[in-house]
């Protein structure tokens, strides 16, 4: 096939399912995390599950215009398509830094980061692409973060001593736009078939810096069908369809009108720690939401014991009830 015409294809699929979307508003409050419950220790098999892991993070929405909003304007993908094959989780929080390298740094290693925004500083915790690739031996193609920033190269693997940039992930690093970023990854799980990826969408938060409040609307609106057609694309490919799990969630969200309004980030306001998160895979429930506080630390230790890895240094717990029924892994 014309690999050129292929990617044309998509994007203008893409771009026709970019559709119609207005105005929203709501927001929401934070609760202490729920104790880590009793879980029982799996020894490894011989060889890895054949599971896949995607993470999609949308860089910098706030709640109240996406699962805040009741009407779900600039989200009529994710809320009516997508929700009702998995689990909203309503109560999801960046208890960190919010901030955009410390909130994707957190997620992978569920560790609290406190490492700069800038992509000076790199990620001192292991990440799941290195528990990942050193618990099975997997190539560095078998890891993915694309994404369109390029200092989140940083947290493409950690400074741990026993982990490390020969564990780290492929990286593909600073797409102009997320349907870019999207054309990206479907080429990587085309050509790959990566069973770990992260995929970070950026222009939500670009256009939020901006301060033109229709542009951060669209950028909303446009990524809601850049995930939908992501997962679509997952369940159409023999790859992926059937035994994968997509996490869609944020690196953190905006201040509300009460700490400054949607142009900047960064501080412990409701606005900027409450996040969207939305579980979709086998096993995953269909249709429902769940209140429990549950945080950025949780996505790692959730994801290891899909994969059935060891993440030891994260005392993050595993969201069990994201699922009807929990696969066996191994839990340290």
């Not at 989200?75 to 960190?96: D, K, Y």
Request: proline content about 6%.
């Amino acid at each position: 096939m014309n690999t050129a015409r292929h990617g044309w294809d998509r994007r203008v699929r893409a771009l026709v399912a970019i559709a119609c979307c207005a105005v929203a508003l709501v927001c929401s409050c934070a609760t202490p995390e729920q104790p880590a419950p009793a879980v029982t220790r799996v020894a490894h098999t011989s060889a890895p599950p054949d599971v896949r892991v995607v993470i999609v993070v949308i860089d910098g929405p706030r709640y109240s215009e996406t699962f805040g909003d009741p009407l779900h304007t600039h989200v009529p993908q994710l809320w009516n398509v997508l929700a009702p094959q998995g689990t909203i989780c309503s109560n999801f929080r960046n208890l960190g830094v919010t901030t955009t390298n410390p909130g994707h740094g957190t997620l992978l290693s569920g560790i609290w980061q406190f490492i700069d925004d800038e992509g000076v500083t790199r990620i001192p915790s292991p990440t799941l692409f290195e528990y990942y690739r050193k618990a099975w031996g997997v190539p560095a193609s078998d890891a993915l973060l694309v994404t369109g920033k390029i200092k989140l190269g940083a947290v493409a693997y950690s400074t741990s001593a026993a982990y490390g940039a020969s564990f780290g992930a492929t990286t593909d690093l600073d797409t102009p736009h997320d349907i870019d970023t999207y054309d990206h990854l479907i080429q990587h799980l085309d050509a790959e078939s990566p069973h770990l990826v992260m995929c970070s969408f950026s222009d939500v938060d670009q256009a939020g810096h901006s301060g033109v409040w229709s542009d951060y609307l669209h950028s909303i609106n446009v990524v809601d069908s850049l995930v939908n057609l992501t997962w679509n694309h997952l369940q159409s490919s023999p790859d992926y369809a059937g035994r994968t799990y997509m996490f869609v969630t944020a690196d953190h969200g905006r201040h509300d009108d009460a700490h400054g309004g949607f142009k900047e980030h960064g501080d412990g306001c409701d606005g900027c720690r409450h996040t969207i998160f939305l579980a979709l895979g086998p096993g995953i429930r269909a249709g429902q939401a769940i209140d429990t506080a549950y945080s950025q630390q949780n996505l790692c230790n959730t994801v290891g014991r899909l994969m059935n890895l060891p993440t030891t240094e994260s005392p993050g717990i595993i969201m069990t009830d994201l699922f009807d029924a929990l696969p066996t892994g191994v839990l340290h």
